[in-house]
């Protein structure tokens, strides 16, 4: 009895904890070696939801893979934001060579 208590409190703690990812979703912008809030919540719902499955091994397993999977969604964030980034600042570099070039052609048509 003492245990399935304890694994429906480990579950609906997990899965209470689900909808408040995105709210502890890190910056993209973190320092290298940094650690992230999205593998630290992967690897304490990976523990809680592998030792509600499969007891003190799941829970080693489990804490792992969630690590793992949450360090990997930050890297994709990190990147993500970097591309867009990269993106912007070539669309203005862009932007800004096509309004210096048009600039001489416009004076040249209201010449003639």
């Known amino acids: 009895m003492k245990t399935s208590t304890l694994r429906a409190t480990a579950l609906s703690l997990a899965l209470g904890g ?3 990812l995105p709210a502890y979703a890190g910056e993209a912008v973190d320092p290298p070696g940094a650690g992230s809030k999205q593998a630290d919540l992967g ?3 990976g523990l809680a939801v592998g030792a509600v499955a499969a007891g003190p091994i799941g829970a ?3 804490g792992a893979a969630g690590a793992l999977i949450g360090d990997h969604y930050h890297r994709q ?3 993500k ?3 867009a980034a990269d993106l912007e600042r070539s669309e203005s570099e862009r932007a800004g ?3 210096r070039l048009r600039g001489p052609a416009r004076l040249r048509g209201l010449q003639r």
């Open 60 to 62: 080693v397993v489990g």
């Open 18 to 20: 689900c909808p408040l």
């Open 97 to 99: 060579e096509c309004r």
């Open 77 to 79: 964030a990190q990147s």
């Open 43 to 45: 690897a304490v719902t």
């Open 81 to 83: 934001a970097a591309l």
